[in-house]
């Protein structure tokens, strides 16, 4: 399969903006940030989500708790990934009990990611609420999952991706809209 860029949905000034954005609705929903944590999906949602904090902790003066997520072994696909897929760390250093979570993440499809971090959030304890933050929503859901936070709504056909790329994973911050060819 052959991937062809189709449009360039966002550039760094945008993503920082959109950013920026979110941040500022995450505050004013959760007016006690004290009980706030931001979670991060792994490998994008996580940088996203340091991004995030950064805005919050700017703005607000205060430390907010942050954790990142490996969804690897919650997967319900996970023999289709790879014979031995990689997991890498969760890192969740605080109580989640009682705390308003934030998810964070890159691109929002099916719902099928967002189901696994539910799920092992969960394993962690009884959090009072669990929102979701996205860069970009691009529809097709399989799951009722529906974000609290949207960077950007993008209607995609079957044939087309989002691709969100970020400085820390990928050099730099874009999300551009590519076609599958099949070849």
């Known amino acids: 399969m052959i991937l062809k ?3 360039k949905i966002m550039n760094k000034e945008a993503m920082d903006k959109t950013l920026t954005r979110i941040a500022c609705e995450i505050i004013e ?3 006690n940030v004290n009980d706030l944590a931001i979670v991060g999906i792994r490998n994008r949602g996580e940088h996203l989500a340091r991004r995030i ?3 919050i902790e700017k703005k607000q ?3 907010i708790a942050f954790g990142v997520l490996d969804i690897t072994l919650y997967r319900d696909d996970l023999t289709a990934l790879a014979q031995q897929p990689i ?3 969760t890192c969740i250093d605080f109580d989640v009990t009682a705390k308003h979570i934030v998810l964070v993440d890159d691109v929002l499809y099916t719902g099928r990611t967002i189901r696994c971090a539910l799920d092992e959030i969960i394993d962690f304890g009884r959090p009072k609420s669990i929102q979701l933050a996205v860069l ?3 529809g097709h859901r399989e799951l009722p999952i529906r974000p609290d936070y949207i960077g950007k709504n993008i209607p ?3 044939k087309e991706m989002v691709d969100a790329r970020v400085e820390e994973f990928d050099t ?3 999300v551009i809209l590519v076609e599958k060819i099949n070849d």
């Open 172 to 174: 730099k911050d874009e």
């Open 5 to 7: 860029e189709k449009a």
């Open 87 to 89: 997991v890498h760390e």
């Open 61 to 63: 003066k205060e430390k």
């Open 29 to 31: 929903h959760n007016k």
């Open 53 to 55: 904090v950064a805005i």
């Open 156 to 158: 995609t056909s079957d």
């Open 136 to 138: 970009i929503d691009r």
